[in-house]
């Protein structure tokens, strides 16, 4: 399967973002979908993930702030970024993952999508 982040770009700390994550193949059955991102310098950490039946978990530093969301008919994994902070500035990916922890069970990441957040 191959997935492909979306939606990045530049926006002042406060604002708000909507990621896509469109698959290739149908995403009904892929139990656990994930976002992570990558910050410059830093290591690939779990924003978070979503389960088939819709359960999701979140980091602390997003819980609140984020949301993912899955839309089977169309394929696609959403991450809705509101009041967002000039930490949150990274590469964003998504991936397919272990629904209990949110680890991804793939090595393989695509291409991701920037996210800047500055004034």
């Known amino acids: 399967v191959q997935l492909q982040a979306s939606g990045g770009g530049l926006v002042q700390p406060g604002g708000s973002l909507r990621l896509s994550c469109a698959a290739s193949?149908?995403?009904?059955?892929?139990?656990?979908m994930g976002w992570y991102r990558q910050a410059p310098g830093m290591q690939r950490e779990l924003v978070g993930h979503?389960?088939?039946?819709?359960?999701?978990n979140y980091v602390d530093s997003v819980k609140g702030r984020f949301t993912i969301a899955r839309d089977n008919a169309k394929n696609t994994v959403y991450l809705q970024m509101n009041n967002l902070k000039p930490e949150d500035t990274a590469v964003y990916y998504c991936?397919?993952?272990?629904?209990?922890?949110?680890?991804?069970?793939?090595?393989?990441w695509g291409q991701g999508t920037l996210v800047t957040v500055s004034s």
């Open positions: 991936n397919v993952c272990n629904g209990l922890t949110g680890l991804p069970l793939r090595t393989y």
């Open positions: 979503i389960t088939r039946g819709g359960n999701t």
């Open positions: 193949v149908t995403i009904i059955d892929i139990n656990c």
